[in-house]
């Protein structure tokens, strides 16, 4: 299995909604990143996380908050997101924190902050 | 920081042919390099991966290449088809994963 996979596919909501993104792999990979994409832009890497630990954290506002409940599991906590916060929202894996390791991604989640 | 920048912007090319995208980066000491192809409003789908010991690697129709000393890398594409139709991407990872701006392929039956 060479999936990472996320739901939902796609997320609309209001600016005082808190939602939450998921993303999961079952590859064994102890290193998921969130990365965040607008449209015509390339991805911009949010947050880092290795052996279930947050170890980068690009400046990103506190509205979006990590979280890694085990090894396989990240997800992304939304609450109180601004219009220009609306992006494809990609995760993605390697079997160790970066260096020289392939990043696999998954399709994304759409979002729309109304 | 490290710098990715990728030309041209956009393509467009009769079936058949055969193309080259290029991908530049500032920072000579990266762990790899990593080739993205992503289809509009999709994920991204891995390509290739390219060491920094290593020169270059195939799959396919697909070869890309990676000079670490000029800071450049290309993705050639034999034989193009439509399917290929897609944003092309190049990645450099040093202390992080650094993106170019993509270059938008469109092949023409």
């Known amino acids: 299995d060479t999936e990472v996979t996320q739901t939902p596919k796609h997320l609309v909501m209001g600016m005082t909604n808190k939602k939450s993104l998921k993303c999961e792999q079952h590859m064994g990979h102890r290193a998921m990143y969130w990365y965040k994409q607008k449209a015509k832009k390339p991805p911009e890497l949010m947050f880092v996380y290795s052996y279930e630990k947050l170890s980068i954290n690009e400046s990103v506002p506190s509205r979006f908050s990590p979280e890694c409940p085990n090894s396989s599991l990240l997800n992304l906590h939304l609450h109180a997101l601004q219009p220009e916060d609306s992006a494809l929202y990609l995760c993605a894996s390697s079997p160790r924190d970066l260096g020289a390791y392939e990043q696999y991604f998954g399709p994304g989640t759409r979002l729309t902050v109304t | 920081k490290q710098e990715v920048t990728q030309i041209p912007a956009a393509l467009s090319v009769p079936e058949g042919e055969n193309l080259v995208l290029n991908c530049s980066f500032t920072?000579?000491?990266?762990?790899?390099l990593q080739w993205f192809r992503q289809d509009p409003g999709k994920g991204l789908t891995s390509l290739l991966l390219?060491?920094?010991?290593?020169r270059e690697q195939t799959s396919g129709r697909l070869n890309a290449s990676l000079d670490k000393s000029s800071g450049r890398s290309t993705l050639y594409i034999a034989a193009s088809q439509p399917g290929d139709s897609a944003t092309y991407l190049c990645a450099g990872t040093l202390n992080d994963m650094r993106f170019g701006a993509g270059t938008r392929l469109t092949v023409k039956p």
């Open positions: 920072d000579s000491a990266i762990y790899n």
């Open positions: 390219i060491q920094s010991s290593q």
